[in-house]
């Protein structure tokens, strides 16, 4: 298992592609360095914001490839690997695993809803195909199912190599819970905001960090947040996270959110294509506009930049 520790702020890494659908490697390349220039914590690739679910399998196993190779060992490498079915979750982790990353992260399947025990059973299949630390992905909104946290500590009795969670949840109680129930019996165990105004509330509860969306543009927040809630600076910590808070009305223009995301990169100056994968679509020029607003309105763009 890798001696990286995965905690902190870790973007869930919007993926290039061109115009014909295919991996923007120069693209791919200009966002993975501008992230570890940043200095995010890890990078999480084929989570939701990275359109794994509209992906073939060997386009997965390419990101995975290009992108574990091209970080080459300068931050963690988390792959997503989640899937409706068990088979191509041990494939796409074992495939994770032999190139090289340092975890993988996986939701529980979307679509058909799973009984305990066969839930459970879809775990330590996976976790016993692979040597890598495993992070569970808790999106009920997406998958139709949540973890509970008594559900997530059985697993972790069970499996050392199930190491942390992504709390993609609605309600904070529901973190707070997971952070008591599960941390409270295994200390290392890490819990992850999904949310990013879920940040904050997260690390005061004695979580982890976040895996949020705003990090692909933002990253100056999230993890000045971070830090300065490490150095005890809380004011400071309050203040950047109100600037946060306004994040998750950017992503109630379009649905899926992930060319929000990518345009938000754009406007701030990372030179990327903005396409996406069908049934996702570009976002109107009306849209952009909207974006701007609130880009502006958390102090990440100039007002100049807006008609």
């Known amino acids: 298992m890798t001696t990286k520790k995965i905690q902190g702020i870790i973007p869930p890494?919007?993926?290039i592609f061109n115009e014909q659908g295919e991996l923007d490697k120069r693209g791919m390349a200009t966002v993975i360095d501008f992230l570890i220039d940043s200095g995010v914590d890890g990078l999480f690739f084929l989570g939701t914001g990275g359109e794994f679910s509209q992906m073939s399998v060997e386009e997965r196993k390419e990101v995975a490839s290009f992108t574990t190779e091209y970080v080459n060992g300068r931050v963690p490498v988390l792959i997503g690997t989640g899937s409706t079915n068990t088979r191509e979750v041990v494939l796409l982790s074992?495939?994770?695993e032999s190139v090289g990353a340092d975890a993988v992260v996986v939701i529980n399947p979307y679509y058909w809803s799973l009984t305990e025990e066969h839930l459970f059973a879809h775990y330590s299949e996976i976790a016993n195909s692979v040597h890598l630390p495993i992070l569970l992905y808790n999106f009920p909104t997406m998958s139709g199912q949540d973890l509970s946290p008594e559900f997530v500590l059985k697993l972790?009795?069970?499996?050392?190599?199930?190491?942390?969670?992504?709390?993609?949840?609605?309600?904070?109680s529901h973190i707070r819970d997971m952070i008591l129930t599960v941390k409270g019996k295994h200390p290392d165990f890490v819990v992850f905001a999904g949310f990013d105004d879920h940040l904050f509330p997260t690390l005061s509860l004695g979580g982890d960090g976040a895996i949020s969306a705003s990090v692909n543009f933002a990253p100056?927040?999230?993890i000045g947040v971070y830090k300065a809630f490490q150095e005890k600076r809380f004011d400071e910590a309050v203040e950047l996270h109100k600037r946060i808070a306004l994040m998750p009305t950017m992503y109630k223009l379009d649905s899926p959110f992930v060319s929000v995301v990518k345009e938000a990169m754009k406007l701030r100056g990372l030179d990327i294509s903005t396409n996406v994968l069908a049934p996702a679509r570009p976002l109107s020029a009306e849209k952009i506009e909207e974006l701007k607003k609130?880009?502006?309105?958390?102090?990440?763009?100039?007002?100049?930049?807006?008609?």
């Not at 972790?156 to 309600?171: A, P």
């Open 13 to 15: 890494v919007s993926i």
């Open 94 to 96: 074992q495939h994770a």
């Open 294 to 307: 609130i880009l502006v309105q958390a102090d990440l763009l100039e007002i100049a930049t807006v008609k």
């Open 220 to 222: 100056e927040l999230g």
């Open 156 to 172: 972790v009795d069970k499996h050392d190599n199930i190491v942390g969670i992504k709390e993609t949840v609605e309600n904070v």
